[in-house]
């Protein structure tokens, strides 16, 4: 069974700083491109970033470009998202979701909330 | 505001037939062959349930069946039932691009 779990969300300061993980099991995690995908509340989803199979490509969204990096660790099967010079509009549910093997994403985790409050 | 054009709500009652479409701009067009609609209940992830246009993710009913033309893909899904009661999103161009989302009332 394909699973993907979050952690690292929490309250934090604007211009903080914060990293979420994304543990995944019940598949071959270095085959698929990987993706964070979020939801502010009452809102809509967005993409922000994804990964290459082997985290040498990476791309992102303009609205978070130099502000959050994706990343992963294909021995621990672990995905990764840094976000800094983070900002109240970053509040969110931040999804991360599997690459299928066809362009576009076909599993995603239960999500883990970030906000961004003084 | 959005990359793909989803009407903010749509409606049936039960055992109706309902279809949601996705509209790309000009300069940004709906990618022909990979687009794929997602469900979400309030406060769950949301779940594939139609990827490629029109292929059926597994365990998904043929009540829920995809089409597109002319830079429009649309969701139609047949006997509506109660718990067809959801957000529905379409997205594209290997998931980077997703609609605004439909509401789905099942009357």
């Known amino acids: 069974e394909v699973q993907l779990v979050e952690s690292g969300g929490a309250l934090v300061q604007p211009g903080g700083s914060l990293r979420l993980s994304c543990e995944v099991s019940g598949f071959t995690f270095s085959s698929h491109w990987m993706h964070w995908v979020r939801q502010a509340p009452g809102r809509g989803l967005v993409w922000v970033a994804r990964?290459?199979?082997?985290?040498?490509?990476?791309d992102s969204a303009d609205s978070v470009k130099g502000r959050f990096t994706i990343s992963r660790d294909n021995a621990k099967n672990i995905l990764y998202l840094q976000l800094s010079g983070l900002r109240a509009e970053d509040t969110a549910v931040y999804y991360c979701?599997?690459?299928?093997?066809?362009?576009?994403?076909?599993?995603w985790g239960q999500g883990t909330l970030v906000t961004v409050s003084s | 505001q959005p990359a793909l054009t989803q009407p903010p709500s749509a409606s049936g009652s039960p055992g109706q037939s309902v279809t949601i479409s996705c509209t790309g701009t000009t300069s940004d067009p709906v990618e022909y062959t990979f687009v794929s609609w997602y469900q979400q209940y309030p406060g769950k992830a949301p779940k594939l349930i139609i990827y490629?246009?029109?292929r059926r993710h597994s365990g998904v009913p043929d009540r829920f069946s995809g089409s597109y033309s002319g830079n429009t893909a649309s969701l139609t899904i047949s006997g509506l039932q109660t718990d067809d009661e959801a957000d529905y999103y379409c997205?594209?161009?290997?998931?980077?691009?997703f609609g605004g989302g439909t509401k789905l009332t099942v009357l």
């Open positions: 979701a599997r690459g299928s093997l066809s362009p576009g994403i076909d599993y």
């Open positions: 490629e246009i029109a």
């Open positions: 990964i290459d199979t082997d985290g040498t490509n990476t």
């Open positions: 997205s594209s161009h290997g998931g980077t691009r």
